[in-house]
């Protein structure tokens, strides 16, 4: 287990290493300020503006904002829910797939508009190269950097002084887009084909294996969309199996690609946030706040999937690591990956809002469930979503300070701006819309026959497989309990089990949607009453938030609302796996 | 709001061009010209006959003959298959190695299903194995070798897995023991810098180098 704990300790080390850097790097692009892609990239953007019709210097309030960002994902709502539902008739088709069915397509719509990428359907086995290219790879680059223009405004309404102005949503748009996401797409995209992800337009090919027999082997434009997947924040493979696949996933060198890429623009955007409200230890203290809840997640799951499964035991198999073989929970995850690399993405994934995984959720112990569970359950606030997971991190340092404010008998303020009645209600609503929405679809679906006929496990694991459902959906996460409608396999057109369920498509697409978008409106009204405020200069009765004490009070606000929201839930299924050695 | 609205079409259809034609398409040809044998799927042919790809696991097993000399049938009226002893066995795969659908098995930890899967693996492994490796005992047999992997075509075994197959091996083929070993670490991955993820020995290439060495009659 050392050499797993070494491998942990490398990454965190990489990625401290690499925040300042990238965050650096985006502060100045969010600024419009030059960076060295400017004379390759200024002109495109300059042409998009002008085809887009609009003057990047413009400043839109906290409405126009809203009003711009919602059009634009109703409208790629539409057209991705298009293309699925007429994919039959696409161009990039060698499988000769047919359109999907419109439940299906309602799910997958709303999963890659919101940012999930939960997926009813099967890559290999449903989608053509269009829809995945057109439809899907098109969502992956454009709702991180919706999330990221969210963030941006937010951060300007808390240091504003100059009236209403949060920016210009489609100057942020498109800047997030060609200057951070496509460049660094480019880049993590090429190293994966150079180690053997697919990336080809041909269609499956069919080898006679050494035994005679015949083994097809699915294709694709995969490499392409599977840097964004993971660089965006998004999750949803171009495979069935996701980054458990060789061909998404295929060496140790990939696997840690594809993890670092997860965290390196959510974390990297607290230090551009330093930079921005001109504090970097406004930065550093979020961070912090982030990277100490995240080991601690780490700290509990290795050594969970290290000890095994109850079902392991009771079948009398050695789990003991030996000379050459790593022991531990192997179920559902693969040789090259082991225990250490499985376990370490099974918390990156779920902390963020990636919902990419290397190895089966549905397969962990207990415990080592729970731990992904509750990085969903703490909101996705640990380096979180791409811009989604930081500004949701400020409303908890909003609620943070108002709570410190109480405790010490003054008027709350953040860097300099008063924190009052309005802004603290529309945080608590913002904050309680998705942990709200978890418990209300993850009850219904438990509670009505329609809802359960998606279980596959019996006993606990039934309910720790609806509850991850809506826990995944309603945070924008996408990883599943793949047992979860995933029963009846392969997920094949004609197959009642390939297209999930219709009323699990419904409930899934409807709450995804909602648990994006109504936060995303709140946090910008929160930022538009933030932006006319004026500045009050910090006294010696300010209470800091750069300080360790500040950043202890984060954790526990993070923890405490997590923690009172799903921990009834929490217990009626992982933890009570953990605890008990029988088997259903 | 008319203007948000004609922002928001053209926005789509710009970035639809740019995303999700440009970009992969773009990378596409990149990595087809740069990369040709590594984007196709790292296929291996032998004597100009495609085999599989180094990155995919496919199956070792054969059909079982019953005694009226045809293939023994299940219930279903499928083929029983059994583990081929000449060669290395990959690991257990919930979707008997399919390339082309993907998916897990969702075995729970405290299922019933799940113990019955691995005490029936464990069984089947031992009883290979025991035979030309005496001293392997069910706390030795290495989990990985009984356990499902994630994609269910997982190219590799643990080094563990592959040396004790390797007694089986050097018996069946008749080679010497330690030559059957220089071929496993031949063809065992190394950690990424020494650190990151776990060695793994893979199969197909392993076998493949198996039939170069000691070609079967």
Known sequence: ?584 | MRRTVITSILAVIAFTLVFGLAYPLAMTGISQVVFHGKANGSKITVNGKLVGSSLIGQSFSRPVIGRNGKPKLDEEGEEVLAPDPRYFQPRPSQSGYSGNATFFSNSGPNSVEEREAVREALAAYVGLEKPFDKSLTREGVPVDAITMSGSGVDPEISEANALIQAHRIAAVRKLPLSRVEGLISDHTSSRFLGVFGEPGVNVLQLNLALDEEAPIK
């Not at chain 1, 300059?46 to 019709?53: A, D, G, I, N, P």
């Not at chain 1, 449903?126 to 969210?150: D, K, R, W």
């Not at chain 1, 300099?416 to 819309?433: C, D, F, N």
């Not at chain 1, 799903?566 to 088997?583: E, K, N, R, W």
Request: some cysteine; hydrophobic content about 45%; charged content about 10%.
């Open chain 1, 1 to 584: 287990m050392a050499q797993g704990w070494l491998q942990v300790a490398i990454f965190v080390g990489v990625v401290i290493a690499l925040t300042p850097l990238l965050g650096k790097y985006m502060a100045r692009v969010f600024a419009g300020e030059r960076v060295f892609l400017t004379p390759v990239l200024g002109p495109i953007e300059r042409f998009t503006y002008k085809v887009l019709r609009v003057q990047p210097e413009e400043e839109q309030d906290w409405k126009a904002y809203a009003k711009s960002l919602v059009l634009f994902s109703v409208f790629s709502w539409i057209a991705l829910y298009l293309i699925l539902r007429t994919q039959g008739i696409h161009p990039f088709n060698p499988e000769g797939f047919h359109s999907g069915p419109w439940d299906v397509s309602f799910n997958t719509a709303s999963s890659f508009v919101s940012n999930t990428n939960w997926q009813y359907y099967g890559g290999e086995t449903t989608l053509t190269y269009f829809s995945q290219m057109a439809g899907l790879t098109v969502e992956n680059f454009v709702t991180p950097a919706v999330g990221i223009c969210v963030l941006l405004a937010f951060i300007r309404g808390i240091i504003g002084r100059n009236g209403p102005g949060l920016g210009n949503f489609w100057a942020d748009l498109t800047r997030s887009l060609y200057y951070v996401l496509l460049p660094l797409s480019v880049i993590v995209g090429l190293v994966l084909v150079s180690q053997g992800v697919v990336q080809t337009l041909s269609g499956a090919s069919v080898a006679t294996t050494v035994q005679g027999a015949e083994q097809a082997l699915a294709m694709g434009p995969a490499a392409s969309q599977i840097a964004i997947k993971q660089l965006g924040t998004n999750g949803g493979g171009f495979f069935n199996v996701n980054s458990a696949m060789p061909f998404e996933n295929p060496n140790q060198l990939t696997n840690f690609i594809e993890l670092l890429s997860i965290v390196l623009i959510p974390a990297a955007l607290t230090y551009t946030y330093g930079k921005m409200v001109g504090r970097q230890r406004e930065g550093w203290s979020i961070f912090a706040a982030m990277l100490a809840v995240y080991l601690a997640f780490i700290l509990v799951i290795i050594p969970a999937e290290q000890h095994g499964t109850p079902a392991q035991h009771a079948a009398g198999t050695p789990t003991a690591a030996i000379d050459g073989s790593t022991g531990g929970n192997m179920e559902g995850k693969e040789q090259r990956n082991g225990i250490a690399e499985s376990a370490l993405w099974a918390t990156t994934t779920t902390v963020t809002s990636n919902g990419s995984v290397n190895s089966a959720h549905d397969s962990y112990t207990g415990l080592g469930s729970a731990v992904p569970m509750s990085g969903l359950g703490t909101s996705e606030v640990v380096f979180g979503g791409v811009g989604t997971g930081l500004y949701s991190m400020l409303l908890y340092v909003l609620l943070a300070v108002f709570i410190g404010g109480l405790m010490v008998g003054r008027t709350p303020e953040y860097l300099g701006k008063k924190i009052q009645a309005r802004e603290i209600k529309l945080v608590s609503l913002g904050i309680l819309v998705t942990p709200l929405a978890v418990l209300v679809t993850a009850g219904l679906a438990i509670a009505t026959r329609a809802g359960t006929r998606s279980i596959f496990q019996h006993g606990p694991q039934g309910f720790s497989e609806t509850l991850y459902a809506y826990l995944s959906q309603a945070n924008n996460n996408g990883s599943a309990f793949a047992g979860y409608t995933g029963f009846i396999q392969p997920n094949a057109p004609g197959n009642v089990g390939a297209y999930g369920i219709s009323f699990a498509d419904l409930l899934g697409g409807a709450t995804m949607t909602l648990a994006r978008f109504l936060p995303i409106v709140l946090i910008l009204a929160v930022a538009g009453s933030l932006a006319g405020k004026k500045v009050s200069p910090a006294g010696p009765g300010t209470m800091r938030t750069d300080t360790p004490t500040f950043v202890i009070l984060l954790i526990g606000v993070v923890i405490l609302v997590g923690a009172l929201t799903f921990f009834p839930a929490l217990l009626l299924g992982p933890i009570v796996q953990s605890l008990t050695t029988q088997l259903f």
